[in-house]
């Protein structure tokens, strides 16, 4: 009964931390101290997968579950949320995941607690060139995080919200996916919040999927190469990639060696004693292998498997990588790593391990020549117990020019050449020849042809140190991969123009941009609509653009080159007839636009209403209104018939009466009318009153 009471009061307690927990992610961190103390979680990560250097590595092909998560942690995390609202965010009872993007694109992901009540939390790092421990202090490694103060199911997906989800039950669970880029390498922290015990505590499902990148490695592992030690009693393996280290037995039983009866008693992957991955194994043998060729073959294991990389993609049964056991003899020069455009460091490569000790520090164990000078400032090996298979010669300046180079080995300032892990100096005469060609540049030069409606650009790439591939990229879509290109522009603003070159060795780009102005020509003019006898009219430019030229025909005979012409008159006529007038204007791109308008001029602009009117329909005297009100502004015409009745009214003086009320015929009689107007020659306002007689 007494241990039952106590496990009562665990739950309670616990219900009760976890209720304060999720408050401090509302409220100022100082309350945590109140109740529990500076100390109360922050202890060292032991577990492997709770540190950023011992991350999980994934790929987003599985599921990855974690039945457990041990208290450990609380180191502060950088980033945009970090201190928002007083709340210190940390790395809490954590669990990190690594992985490298093998195509651009967005990510989501699904983290699923085991107990809907938990919270749990994320963040997620860009570590590329970086060591992994520098999340927790530069802040620019941060890429995204959701630190949501609800609980349940939380990540990143098509439908969340934001980037920045920061501390507190306002934030979503979910947050938008963020973009990620191919060659980087990321870090995803998962931090379980609401924990109580210094036990374990309930786990999670982790699951990729949702986005468009892609962080599974399309790549098939295999062998990339295999050596001996010098006695001929282990044979090292370097894969072609990490592969997980629980693949591997410790027997060996994934290899098998052939044309000799020496077996393999044991393996040992390299870093697996404090990771999950490995890229190099050592076989210890059985007894040394004699000098001679041999192969080294993959076989399914005592547990069932070859070796599997992250996404269980496995080195095929039967795969085999050749290797040669040399004896006690010295390790002659072999080869040099791919060179790369303008080397900087050239790195050897050696068939059996070289003694560390022995390569002189200033790099005085070589010597390159070739068409230019070239300078070792220092020699350095990936030294692991001392020994490396490698070793990087570093240059006072990359080589930048082209030509056939050779690598001397020199007896060096240590008084010796280089000694191989056995004890055995590498004979002075080796060398090793490499070739480099010259460094290009994308710099071009352009001639911009303005246009009317379109520009034209012509593009100039001089092809020098043998360049022979050209990749043109514009915004209009028109990419091309010819050395000297033409392009047009129908839309106009800012511009980028980027060129990609290559000599097959060495490759450049540039980015051009430039702002294309749009030719904003347009003709326009304002005059008179209507034009009364004895009246000036008077026209004025209101074009758009640069203009160097106007040209106008007013359609009475004369013209004009003046942006702002004399006033013009037009002949009387017996009706009413139209005049074109005509502007025609020219940018100083030599672009020309017109603008057409017709005057009406007419014989009479005398306004008086008609004393009687006939709406017979014979076409004359129909209708009753306002006549010639040409110069009439704010104009209102009523008439009413002989008991005061309203039966017609308007404003537009071209709107007449038809002699009907509602589509009924009006007998004839007298009609009383009343005419209100602004004149707009003298802007006084005129009122006018009469009476019109209908007939039928």
């Not at 241990?3 to 009562?8: D, Q, S």
């Not at 699923?112 to 939390?121: F, S």
């Not at 303005?450 to 050209?470: K, M, T, V």
């Not at 009117?613 to 014979?618: A, E, I």
Request: hydrophobic fraction near 35%.
């Amino acid at each position: 009964m007494q241990h039952c009471n106590v496990l009562v009061l665990y739950r309670v307690l616990k219900k009760v931390y976890t209720i304060i927990m999720r408050l401090l992610k509302h409220f100022p961190v100082f309350i945590l101290f109140l109740f529990f103390g500076n100390a109360a979680y922050s202890q060292a990560c032991t577990t492997l997968g709770q540190t950023p250097s011992t991350a999980f590595p994934v790929c987003g092909v599985d599921t990855f579950s974690q039945t457990i998560v041990p208290n450990c942690g609380d180191k502060a995390i950088p980033g945009p949320c970090s201190n928002v609202g007083g709340v210190v965010l940390s790395d809490l009872n954590p669990f990190w995941y690594k992985f490298t993007c093998f195509k651009s694109g967005t990510l989501g992901f699904l983290i699923q607690p085991d107990d809907p009540n938990d919270d749990y939390d994320w963040q997620l790092f860009d570590i590329t060139g970086h060591n992994p421990n520098d999340v927790y202090t530069n802040a620019s490694l941060y890429v995204s995080c959701n630190w949501s103060g609800n609980t349940g199911n939380t990540g990143a997906s098509a439908t969340g919200s934001g980037l920045n989800n920061c501390a507190g039950t306002s934030y979503p669970l979910f947050g938008s996916m963020p973009t990620i880029t191919e060659g980087h390498q990321y870090l995803l922290l998962l931090s379980h919040f609401n924990t109580f015990t210094q036990g374990n505590n309930d786990g999670y499902k982790l699951s990729f999927g949702g986005g468009s990148a892609s962080i599974t490695d399309p790549v098939d592992p295999d062998f990339k190469s295999a050596t001996t030690s010098c006695d001929g009693t282990q044979i090292r393996i370097k894969l072609s990639k990490k592969m997980k280290c629980n693949t591997l037995t410790v027997t060996g039983s994934e290899f098998t060696i052939t044309g000799t009866t020496v077996t393999i008693t044991s393996a040992v992957g390299i870093g697996c004693s404090n990771g999950f991955d490995m890229d190099s194994i050592v076989l210890n043998l059985s007894e040394a292998l004699p000098p001679g060729n041999y192969s080294l073959s993959a076989r399914m294991g005592s547990d069932d498997n070859t070796l599997l990389d992250y996404c269980d993609q496995a080195i095929p049964a039967g795969a085999t990588v050749p290797f040669i056991v040399y004896g006690r003899q010295p390790t002659p020069f072999d080869s040099v790593e791919t060179v790369s455009c303008a080397p900087a460091s050239l790195t050897l490569v050696f068939k059996k391990n070289i003694n560390c000790s022995s390569i002189a520090d200033d790099g005085s164990d070589f010597r390159v020549t070739g068409p230019f000078p070239v300078t070792i400032t220092s020699a350095t090996g990936n030294c692991i117990d001392g020994l490396s298979s490698t070793i990087t010669l570093n240059l006072a300046a990359p080589i930048v020019h082209q030509g056939n180079y050779t690598i001397t080995l020199l007896s060096g300032g240590d008084g010796n050449t280089i000694i191989d892990e056995c004890g055995i100096e590498t004979p002075i005469s080796g060398s090793i020849d490499f070739f480099v060609k010259d460094t290009v540049s994308a710099a071009f030069t352009y001639n911009l042809f303005e246009g009317c409606r379109e520009d034209s650009i012509y593009l100039y790439h001089n092809g020098a140190n043998g360049i022979n591939q050209w990749y043109w990229t514009f915004e209009e879509g028109q990419n091309t991969n010819v050395q000297n290109p033409h392009a047009y522009y129908t839309t106009f603003g800012d511009k980028s123009i980027k060129l990609f070159v290559s000599n097959g060795f060495c490759t450049d780009s540039t980015e051009l941009k430039l702002y294309l102005n749009h030719d904003t020509l347009r003709a326009a003019f304002t005059g008179p609509l209507v034009y009364c006898p004895n009246d000036l009219a008077y026209f004025r430019d209101t074009s758009k653009g640069t203009i160097l030229n106007w040209n106008w025909e007013f359609g009475n005979g004369r013209t004009s080159t003046l942006q702002y012409p004399p006033a013009q008159v037009y002949p009387q006529a017996d009706k009413e007839r139209l005049f074109p007038v005509r502007l025609i204007v020219l940018s100083d791109k030599q672009c020309t636009d017109t603008s057409l308008k017709y005057i009406k001029v007419v014989n009479n602009c005398y306004i008086a209403v008609p004393s009687a009117f006939t709406p017979n329909k014979d076409g004359r005297n129909d209708y009753l209104y306002p006549l010639n009100a040409y110069k009439a502004t704010h104009l209102e015409f009523k008439i009413y018939n002989k008991y005061g009745q309203l039966v017609f009214e308007t404003k537009d003086w071209t709107h007449k009466w038809d002699g009907t009320i509602n589509g009924t015929e009006q007998q004839s009689g007298v009609f009383v009318w009343f005419l209100q107007y602004t004149d707009t020659d003298t802007g006084k306002q005129v009122l006018q009153k009469g009476t019109t007689v209908l007939i039928r």
